[in-house]
């Protein structure tokens, strides 16, 4: 059985020798006696950015750290091969935490979702139809309180979540901008997820003059995008500002991925009542001292609500989510771009290639065909 195990803690950016491939010569097995275990064989494994939490010494943290010496765990793709558990058959197909090897027994199925359509690539359990794609639907739909016409930016746009909460904040009728880190990502947020702006943050030596591009400017498309037929003459934006609407412009919803420097721009430039979504904070991970938000005063004067969640807390609507998007994947309503690293042994650096921007889309690994 061939497995990525961790060798230490890790300090800093992680580094693709601090994983290694082993092989290990313990025949699993389900355990006679038990009621709730199944061996599976993996089929995909998911790449995400949390795990790098997880590769440090933690404690009292919303996860346990791993363990140095044993396989490395997180979200994939596998086929039971035998279980003890009546819900689950050999045969059947599963998506939740498995171990980074060819073969796991996994010792609890709570937590394991039973993957019943099958006629979507079975990757997309690794991302829209999984953990990322539940992320991206609580944290837009129950944490932003999103409305048609609201203005919504989104950074590390083009990931796995990120390209999820830009075409839904579309779907809703929403003026959508994301920022990237490459000329690659950005077209690809235009041409492919239908953003109606996006920028290479690296390129921008001054993030609050960025955002006031888009979000800041003359005439307005948030009016267009509304689908009103608003004029915009100083009469029409004066009953507006009579109905405390829409002054000052800014971003209604910010989509939180980055953290650092770009939270700080953002703050300068959200409206009155916007809402945070603090779904994660990438640029943070690998820092040994996080860097101190500075414009934070602006959650008071603007009346800005910020709300960090996690996806765990949400796995109850997986059904509703579910039932809304697979058929806008059928109906090719909705799109997603995956990156799909060849084989167990390129994991590590699958992994590790989240941290620097590496991936495009959301980053699996395949294991085996089936
Ligand atoms: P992505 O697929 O977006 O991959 C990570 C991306 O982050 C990279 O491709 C890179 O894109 C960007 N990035 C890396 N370093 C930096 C940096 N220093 N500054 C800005 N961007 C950076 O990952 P996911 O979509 O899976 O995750 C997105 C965010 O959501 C993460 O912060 C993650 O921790 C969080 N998350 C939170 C969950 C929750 O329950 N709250 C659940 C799942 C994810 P680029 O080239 O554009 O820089």
């Not at 003890?84 to 796991?104: A, M, Q, R, V």
């Not at 830009?166 to 950005?186: E, I, M, N, R």
Request: contains cysteine.
């Amino acid at each position: 059985n061939k497995q990525i195990v961790l060798k230490d803690y890790v300090k800093g950016y992680p580094k693709e020798s601090d994983m290694v491939l082993k092989t290990s010569s313990i025949k699993l097995k389900v355990p006679e006696d038990c009621h709730d275990a199944v061996l599976v064989k993996n089929l995909y494994l998911s790449c995400d950015p949390y795990m790098r939490n997880r590769m440090s010494k933690i404690e009292g943290s919303y996860v346990d750290s791993f363990t140095p010496g044993s396989p490395i765990t997180g979200y994939g793709v596998a086929r039971v091969v035998d279980s003890c558990h009546p819900n689950f058959k050999k045969g059947d197909l599963i998506w939740g935490i498995t171990g980074w090897e060819e073969y796991s027994l996994i010792k609890s199925t709570e937590g394991l979702f039973k993957i019943q359509h099958t006629d979507i690539p079975l990757s997309y359990y690794t991302g829209i139809l999984g953990m990322p794609g539940t992320t991206a639907y609580c944290g837009f739909y129950e944490v932003c309180s999103p409305k048609e016409g609201e203005t919504v930016f989104i950074s590390a746009a083009s990931g796995a979540v990120g390209q999820l909460v830009g075409q839904f904040a579309k779907l809703l009728g929403c003026y959508v901008v994301g920022s990237a880190g490459s000329k690659d990502k950005v077209d690809l947020l235009k041409s492919k997820f239908g953003f109606d702006d996006a920028f290479n943050y690296k390129e921008e030596p001054d993030l609050n003059a960025a955002l006031k591009r888009y979000f800041i400017k003359k005439g307005w498309s948030r009016l267009a995008c509304r689908e009103r037929k608003l004029r915009t003459t100083s009469s029409s934006r004066d009953n507006e500002r009579s109905l405390g609407n829409v002054l000052p412009d800014g971003i209604d919803i910010y989509f939180e991925n980055a953290g650092g420097k770009m939270l700080d721009a953002v703050l300068l430039n959200m409206r009155n009542h916007g809402r945070i979504a603090a779904c994660g904070m990438i640029s943070q991970y690998n820092l040994e001292e996080t860097e101190g938000a500075r414009n934070l005063f602006c959650l008071i004067t603007k009346r800005i609500r910020m709300e960090g969640f996690l996806v765990f807390d949400y796995y109850h609507l997986y059904p509703k989510f579910s039932d809304m998007v697979v058929p806008l994947i059928r109906q090719g309503k909705i799109s997603y771009v995956e990156d799909i690293a060849q084989g167990l042994e390129s994991a590590p650096a699958a992994l590790i290639g989240l941290f620097s921007g590496r991936n495009v889309g959301k980053q699996a690994v395949v294991v085996a065909h089936e």
